[in-house]
Nanobody
Framework: QVQLVESGGGLVQAGGSLRLSCAASGRTFSKYGMGWFRQAPGKEREFVAAISWSGGRTLYGDSVKGRFTISRDNAKNTVYLQMNSLKPDDTAVYYC??????????????????WGQGTQVTVSS
């Protein structure tokens, strides 16, 4: 079992930055790939970024490439999402999620085993 708790969301002006954190419980955190997704009202859940269990591989959605950076600290059981150059279109609830072996398709929400409760990010124009 893995429990995930996101933090760091809030209100920011366009062009600003935020760093989201996702703290995981359990001693097996390092065995899980981790992902960030987001969902805006009336829209489907969208893949944002993912990182492999070792941190050696990262993936990004097209809309955030070059602006967002995912990282993890396995000693702290935490995954981060650094968000720079934020745009109003980035407004959404952001969720972190954990995927266990065999680590298939990090971009599909249906492949993830555990989810956090989400944190709201609002970008004003």
């Amino acid at each position: 079992q893995v429990q995930l708790v996101e933090s760091g969301g809030g209100l920011v002006q366009a062009g600003g930055s935020l760093r989201l954190s996702c703290a995981a419980s359990g001693r097996t955190f390092s065995k899980y790939g981790m992902g960030w997704f987001r969902q805006a009202p009336g829209k489907e859940r969208e893949f944002v970024a993912a990182i492999s269990w070792s941190g050696g591989r990262t993936l990004y959605g097209d809309s955030v490439k070059g602006r967002f950076t995912i990282s993890r600290d396995n000693a702290k059981n935490t995954v981060y999402l650094q968000m720079n150059s934020l745009k109003p279109d980035d407004t959404a609830v952001y969720y972190c999620a954990a995927v266990g072996p065999p680590y298939s398709d990090y971009t599909s929400p249906s492949n993830y085993d555990y989810w956090g409760q989400g944190t709201q990010v609002t970008v004003s124009s």
